[in-house]
T-cell receptor
Framework: DTGVSQNPRHKITKRGQNVTFRCDPI?????LYWYRQTLGQGPEFLTYFQNEAQLEKSRLLSDRFSAERPKGSFSTLEIQRTEQGDSAMYLCASSGTGGEQFFGPGTRLTVL | QKEVEQNSGPLSVPEGAIASLNCTYS??????FFWYRQYSGKSPELIMFIYSNGDKEDGRFTAQLNKASQYVSLLIRDSQPSDSATYLC???????????WGLGTSLAVNP
């Protein structure tokens, strides 16, 4: 399968714990995006990488969120000291030169 | 603030009919427009993109773009129950290719 993959698919954690999600983009894509989506809403932009450089981070994103893409391939999104309001689907997408973004299956986070 | 607006629906059409989904955008600088389909609990799936004014057809789907009116639409011909989903419209915002998303229109195709 050459699509975008995300792990884990589901994560249940207790409030205050740290969680880390991984995204593996389509191999030839140099752009990688993280989004968050809650029920009834469109995807909310979190951050964007071109190769290993993080070019933009949403102002809505608190300091508890951090993302890396150390070698310009896979990316990780970490949430520290999780809160119940962090419960959402976390989506990763990648794009090449064409600009069309292709999404992975998402990681559903539940914070108890 | 750059926005993309869609009617939330639900839009209900009988099987075999044409479903028409509409989207407006505020940023005249947007160059690329995308339609995604999202089934409940799943991630968005790209079904159409359009860059130029006019129509673009792909199978049962036709995307229409009118930059002067800042309007994008998606037509689904011969609608099937499997087309029942939320349809998200997105427009690019600047050179970083970040997308601005609408909230989606819920489509129900009734057998």
């Amino acid at each position: 399968d050459t699509g975008v993959s995300q792990n884990p698919r589901h994560k249940i954690t207790k409030r205050g714990q740290n969680v880390t999600f991984r995204c593996d983009p389509i191999s030839e894509h140099n752009r990688l995006y993280w989004y968050r989506q809650t029920l009834g809403q469109g995807p909310e932009f979190l951050t964007y990488f071109q190769n290993e450089a993080q070019l933009e981070k949403s102002r809505l994103l608190s300091d508890r969120f951090s993302a890396e893409r150390p070698k310009g391939s896979f990316s990780t999104l970490e949430i520290q000291r999780t809160e119940q309001g962090d419960s959402a689907m976390y989506l990763c997408a990648s794009s090449g030169t064409g600009g069309e973004q292709f999404f992975g299956p998402g990681t559903r986070l539940t914070v108890l | 603030q750059k926005e993309v607006e869609q009617n939330s629906g639900p839009l209900s059409v009988p099987e075999g009919a044409i479903a028409s989904l509409n989207c407006t955008y505020s940023d005249r600088g947007s160059q690329s427009f995308f339609w995604y389909r999202q089934y409940s609990g799943k991630s968005p799936e790209l079904i159409m993109f359009i860059y130029s004014n006019g129509d673009k057809e792909d199978g049962r789907f036709t995307a229409q773009l009118n930059k002067a009116s800042q309007y994008v639409s998606l037509l689904i011909r011969d609608s099937q129950p499997s087309d029942s989903a939320t349809y998200l419209c997105a427009a690019n915002a600047g050179n970083n290719r970040k997308l601005i998303w609408g909230l989606g229109t819920s489509l129900a195709v009734n057998p």
